[in-house]
């Protein structure tokens, strides 16, 4: 397996290529920095990605409140995250860094609100 | 009429204005009034949800309402007010007029003002795409805030024209809430918004981005139906014979940003015909002299936290000026040399005792260059640079003491 990816650590994009399998990497070149070298072996072996949405909130300011992954989860789940975000029903207030799911999906990753909605 | 009188007024409760606000407070100006038309401070990163933003400033990826959140606890911290759901209709040279239905028409008297208006976006008729006029056309910022803060999702099949930094991440948001993102359309022949969000707003859902494309018509009646999508030329104009129909129910545009300058033009304050915004000195000074100008109604940023930290300098000035100890003087207009679009600020004091950092966009994207920054043959800043990109703001620092001239260009590296 092979893959050209871009790197985005910093705003210079370099295109790196990368071979391995899904549990190794044979060749990694195009980098032109460390961090590139290790953004490039992540996102060939085991990509992450933050994930941003919103939730419904009843009896607020706002009938949504934005949310975020509190660290990064693995690309692959990013969907099936979203199916449990979309089933969330929450009540106000909520509170920047309230805990909304915990440990979504197993992950080990809390989703956590990043706004504020008062009681109405 | 009813009256207020303040220190410092400023125009705008989002990222600009915050931070403006909150600088002139610390620099010691009393009372520090905020003037807001929506119902809540924060401006547009209320619905900007996706992280990206703070990374300059704080050092750590923040959310927009994580980063404008901090902003508003400090400002309520420190003390400055804000007025809500209040629009500014006119503004003199220290007066503030605005309308609220509280109070009706108010006059706010200010030792210094701030404009922190921001931008809005460019729409279908600043374009003028042909074909009908049905429902479905939304600019994507207005999608956004619908999403994003309202809960309306505004489509299912969704075509993208522009691919800003709004447009992209507008199509990872509506893809993760279940809409089909059919394609990204690109009039230029290189992205307009950051690498990063192609990769992770396109290339991680497969959704196509198509460079050197416009859109020629549009479909449907009541409903959008669809766009016709060409290929351009070298010359932007739509190459017959390369016409396809993209089957969709929504249209997003994201085709640019206007600095909202209504008031500023009205108040006869000079306005640059490039950035379309107030020209300022390294004070963020307009041609009036109390009145200064931060933020995307200057010139449009693509990083909120220069913005935060152009404001700041905003702030600060314009408290130093209420209370009557900004200096200036003299002042020389930067040009702009080969391969520079505008410089931001465009007037620097030579007698200013600090460092001066000028944003500036390029014209066309070039790799190998060298930026430069100089007065005369005398060189004050210069750094190679892998690669520019009129999409990325660029940067160069400078100390302006006794400078006769100031010239920056951008040229190919031997």
Redesign the interface.
């Known amino acids: 397996m092979e893959k050209d990816i871009?790197c985005?650590v910093c705003?210079?994009?370099c295109t790196i290529h990368v071979v391995g399998d899904e549990k190794s990497i044979t060749s990694i070149e195009g980098f032109?920095c460390p961090r590139g070298k290790a953004y490039g072996e992540a996102e060939f072996l085991a990509p992450v990605?933050?994930?941003?949405?919103?939730a419904?909130v009843e009896g607020g300011d706002?009938?949504?409140v934005?949310?975020?992954s509190a660290g990064p989860l693995p690309?692959g789940k990013?969907?099936d995250c979203?199916k449990e975000i979309h089933a969330l029903r929450l009540t106000a207030p909520v509170s920047?860094g309230d805990v909304l799911i915990p440990n979504i999906l197993g992950t080990g990753v809390d989703i956590v609100a990043?706004?504020?909605v008062a009681k109405l | 009429m009813y009256d207020i009188k303040c220190d410092v007024a400023v125009i705008g409760g989002g990222p600009a204005g915050l931070a403006a606000a909150v600088a002139a407070k610390k620099e010691g100006a009393e009372k520090v009034l905020i003037i807001e038309r929506d119902e809540k401070l924060g401006g547009i990163l209320q619905q900007c949800i996706h992280p990206g933003f703070g990374l300059k400033l704080f050092k750590e990826e923040l959310t927009g309402p994580e980063y404008f959140g901090r902003f508003v606890k400090e400002a309520k911290e420190i003390g400055v007010e804000a007025l809500l759901n209040s629009m500014v209709l006119e503004i003199g040279d220290k007066e503030v007029f605005c309308i609220n239905s509280k109070y009706g028409v108010t006059r706010i008297t200010a030792g210094a003002i701030v404009l922190a208006m921001g931008c809005r976006e460019r729409t279908r008729a600043n374009i003028q795409i042909p074909g009908t006029r049905p429902a479905g056309v939304y600019t994507a910022g207005a999608a956004q805030r619908l999403m994003n803060r309202q809960n309306e999702m505004v489509g299912k099949k969704v075509v993208i024209l522009g691919s800003g930094d709004i447009g992209m991440i507008m199509a990872r948001r509506m893809t993760l809430e279940g809409a089909k993102v059919v394609a990204v359309i690109e009039l230029m022949d290189f992205l307009a918004g950051l690498t990063r969000n192609r990769v992770q707003c396109l290339d991680d859902f497969g959704i196509p981005l198509m460079l050197s494309h416009t859109i020629v018509d549009i479909k449907g009646n009541d409903r959008v139906e669809g766009v016709v999508v060409a290929e351009v030329d070298a010359n932007k104009r739509p190459v017959a014979g390369t016409e396809q129909l993209f089957e969709c129910d929504t249209l997003l545009l994201s085709v640019g940003l206007i600095p909202e300058n209504e008031i500023t033009r009205k108040a006869n304050i000079k306005i640059n015909p490039i950035t379309n915004g107030p020209e300022v000195n390294n004070f963020m000074q307009t041609s009036t002299p109390s009145v200064f100008a931060s933020g995307n109604v200057v010139h449009v940023n693509d990083l909120v936290d220069n913005v935060s930290t152009e404001s700041a300098i905003a702030g600060a000035s314009a408290a130093k000026f209420a209370m009557g100890k900004l200096g200036g003087g003299d002042e020389i207009t930067v040009t702009t040399g080969n391969n520079v679009r505008y410089v931001c600020p465009q007037k620097v004091s030579p007698n200013s005792d600090e460092k001066v950092s000028f944003y500036f966009r390029v014209l066309a994207p070039k790799k190998g260059v060298r930026i430069t920054a100089k007065d005369g043959d005398n060189v004050l800043y210069t750094r190679k640079a892998i690669k520019v990109n009129p999409g990325e703001i660029e940067k160069v620092t400078v100390d302006p003491k006794g400078i006769k001239s100031l010239t920056v260009e951008v040229t190919e590296e031997a």
């Open positions: 871009i985005t705003p210079t994009g032109t990605r933050t994930l941003t949405s919103t419904l706002s009938v949504l934005a949310l975020r690309k990013i969907m979203m920047c990043t706004g504020n």
